[in-house]
């Protein structure tokens, strides 16, 4: 019986130890992001012209068309419906990608937010957060997923970025350089 008892203080003890090194989930704002593979084609001539003219301008709706538009042709077999992206001031983004029916047994999307930015003239992000439905990934986690994005996004065939901005949010700006 006394063994009993110790059994099932570990596992208790186990199970909010785990608990207590998740995070909280990503706070996604409620505004709408329509995405159409329209507008992911709107976005794409905007953003080749923007390349041409050292500064690509693209708004939540675009961005996440176009996101969720290349998705569905380079993993035709992937689980994510969509991606949308919402872009705050003070460069601040939010990115969910919503998923099929049963991927994942708690929950149907995979959030993250975090900062984006230059960094030796490639965009880069810093995750403040990222969660599975209502389970928050802990600060360990969000650094290893930061520094694969950003090995990612330093590949040289993304060009040199010199500029990123959000503005007020709804947008986002980059600034190409030479």
């Known amino acids: 019986m006394r063994i009993r008892n110790w059994v099932v203080a570990l596992v208790l003890l186990l199970t909010v130890a785990v608990l207590a090194a998740c995070g909280p ?50 993993s035709p077999n992937s689980p994510i419906q969509a991606i949308h992206v919402w872009t705050e001031p003070g460069n601040k983004v939010v ?29 880069m992000i810093d995750l403040d957060g990222a969660s599975v439905g209502s389970l928050g990934a802990p600060a360990a986690v969000l650094d290893m997923v930061s520094a ?23 947008s986002l700006m980059v600034g190409l350089g030479g």
């Open 25 to 74: 989930a990503v706070a996604v704002p409620e505004r709408d992001v329509d995405v159409s593979v329209e507008t992911a084609l709107a976005a794409q001539e905007k953003a080749m012209m923007g390349v041409l003219m050292g500064q690509i301008d693209l708004t939540e709706s675009e961005l996440s068309s176009l996101l969720s538009v290349l998705n569905q042709q380079n």
């Open 95 to 123: 990115v969910r990608a919503a998923l099929d029916e049963g991927v994942i047994p708690f929950g149907n999307s995979l959030d993250m937010a975090g900062t984006i930015g230059v960094m030796d003239n490639h965009v």
């Open 148 to 170: 694969q994005i950003n090995a990612a996004l330093a590949d040289p065939s993304f060009g040199v970025a010199a500029d990123v901005d959000t503005g007020d949010g709804g």
